[in-house]
């Protein structure tokens, strides 16, 4: 599966913004995908992963309550939903798939651990 993230940009404090997983070559319906992000000079961070139904999400504290994930199996994508945001969500920003979901949940595993990642889009948010 080829991955490419999109709909980064430049927004204001307290905007949304809607980022998209897309996939390629294989439908994405049978993996798991997650999402992570890395700021400028800091170290990559777990956003947040769904199953492969969609019947299950799971977050990062640093997100939970802001960011939603959801998955459209007829376009073969998975969407980041960014409320709220902020200046530290400046970052830029990865999806990963996987057909473990779990794997996402461990801390020792970072993007490139998975099955499958692709390029990023870079999310600036404005004070």
């Known amino acids: 599966v080829q991955l490419q993230a999109s709909g980064g940009g430049l927004v204001q404090a307290g905007d949304y913004l809607r980022l998209s997983c897309t996939g390629s070559?294989?439908?994405?319906?049978?993996?798991?995908v997650g999402w992570f992000r890395q700021a400028p000079g800091k170290e990559e961070e777990f956003i947040g992963a769904?199953?492969?139904?969609?019947?299950?999400?799971y977050y990062a504290e640093s997100v939970k309550g802001r960011f939603t994930i959801s998955r459209d199996t007829s376009k073969n994508t998975v969407a980041l939903q960014m409320n709220s945001l902020k200046p530290e969500d400046t970052a830029v920003y990865y999806c990963a798939a996987d057909s473990n979901f779990w794997s996402f949940t461990s801390v020792s595993r970072g993007l490139y651990d998975h099955n499958y990642w692709g390029q990023g889009t870079e999310v600036t948010v404005s004070s």
């Open positions: 070559g294989r439908t994405l319906s049978t993996y798991a």
């Open positions: 769904i199953t492969y139904s969609g019947s299950r999400t």
